[in-house]
């Protein structure tokens, strides 16, 4: 079999159940399941809310679908995941945008001359955001709003931004493979020349206008959110931020969604323990001081768990460690992690699908502390 990731998958044509049951559901929407979707087969349900939250957030909404590749591109550019840089060129330049700007846009990012004030507001913020979630500040904040004045739009935006803040880092870290043959890719003519024309056929066999997608109401969506974060995680609050979230209920139906799988797929204990790894690392107040919370009155300290994802000496057990210090590095440095570091996890007693799960969790909690980054401080200003 072809080996798509360092993880093993399970290609459309070995599938069976429910698994066969979400192929079938990606194939009705696109003509070839992507390597990114394929390597979560080892769990179906985490699959199909990956695939939806896509549809949620690049097929709906006001913001134009060109600026949400734009958006794309310039986020994975900035995180170094090569596989969906190329992925969303061949989305952008389905749109119809010229090949030279394009390719501009790849290499200048927020700073392609021919971009206009409020498309190179948002990249701004994307590259911001991306690079280091700690150093965006209030004028960073201010900038976008001015650009951006209405909330519906604003969330669409960094909702973009903060799910592929999580996706790049999955793919960086589970090595996924690129789509197009590896020889085309030694050189930069041959593979705009590839991407060009897989977006030359993506434009006549993909549908790239919005599309009608379910989702709860505003005030069922804020039941869930409620029920979610307090009753089940016993966090003492919802993440400030959220409320936002109300004028985008398609995007709003998928966060809850993502969050919903997330925090069934690992043990309580090492859920906390990731989340304020990367809460620490991103400088999301809410997710340190909740997930510190909960650790602290099960008896952990919460600064022995940053120090043993930085390489302490720690009283976790030898996999407990192995895990933070590679949620780390999925949030410092996605683009580094070689099969080397999948082999010490399953060295250690992880299977293939546990690896996934940590690599996911890591992942969206990377996408959330970046959407609390700017929501947050944007819900302050409207209050104000």
């Known amino acids: 079999m072809h080996r798509l990731a360092y993880i093993r998958h399970i290609p459309p044509a070995h599938a069976s159940g429910r698994l066969a049951h979400v192929y079938r559901e990606v194939r009705a929407e696109v003509p070839r399941v992507p390597n990114l979707i394929q390597v979560f087969s080892l769990r179906p349900e985490i699959m199909e809310s990956v695939y939806r939250s896509w549809l949620s957030i690049m097929w709906s909404g006001r913001v134009p679908r060109r600026l949400k590749e734009m958006l794309a591109i310039v986020t994975s550019k900035t995180a170094s995941c090569d596989y969906c840089a190329d992925a969303h060129m061949v989305f952008l330049l389905a749109t119809g ?29 994307a590259v911001r955001l991306s690079k280091n979630a700690r150093a965006v500040g209030p004028e960073d904040i201010a900038a976008f709003a001015e650009a951006w004045p209405q909330c519906e739009e604003r969330t669409e935006i960094v909702s973009v931004i903060s799910a592929f803040g999580a996706i790049t880092r999955m793919a960086n870290a589970l090595g996924v493979s690129f789509e197009m043959p590896s020889p085309l890719r030694r050189f930069e003519t041959a593979r705009r020349g590839a991407l060009t024309l897989m977006a030359r056929l993506m434009a006549v066999s993909l549908d790239l206008s919005e599309k009608p997608l379910r989702a709860r109401a505003p005030e069922d969506n804020n039941a869930a959110l ?3 974060f307090t009753s089940q995680l016993g966090f003492s609050c919802v993440p400030p931020g959220f409320s936002a979230l109300e004028t985008c209920p398609e995007i709003f139906d998928g966060q809850l969604a993502t969050i919903e799988k ?66 780390r590095d999925l949030t410092l440095h996605s683009h580094t992690i070689r099969d080397d570091r999948i082999r010490e996890l399953r060295s250690l007693g992880l299977s293939d699908g546990a690896i996934l799960d940590l690599a996911y969790v890591s992942g969206v909690f990377n996408g959330l502390a970046r959407l609390l980054t700017v929501l947050t401080p944007l819900e302050e200003r409207v209050a104000a």
């Open 262 to 327: 997330m925090m069934c797929v690992m043990p309580r204990d090492r859920w906390m323990r990731v989340g304020l790894v990367v809460a620490k690392l991103n400088g999301c107040k809410y997710f340190v001081d909740q997930c510190g919370r909960w650790l602290s009155q099960r008896g952990a300290d919460p600064a022995a768990v940053i120090a043993a994802s930085e390489g302490a000496n720690s009283v976790l057990p030898e996999l407990e460690d192995a895990c933070l210090r590679f949620t």
């Open 97 to 125: 945008l010229e090949r030279s700007r394009a390719f501009e846009l790849e290499s200048k990012l927020h700073e392609a001359e021919w971009l206009d004030e409020r498309e190179r507001a948002a990249l701004a913020l």
């Open 226 to 228: 409620e029920r979610l």
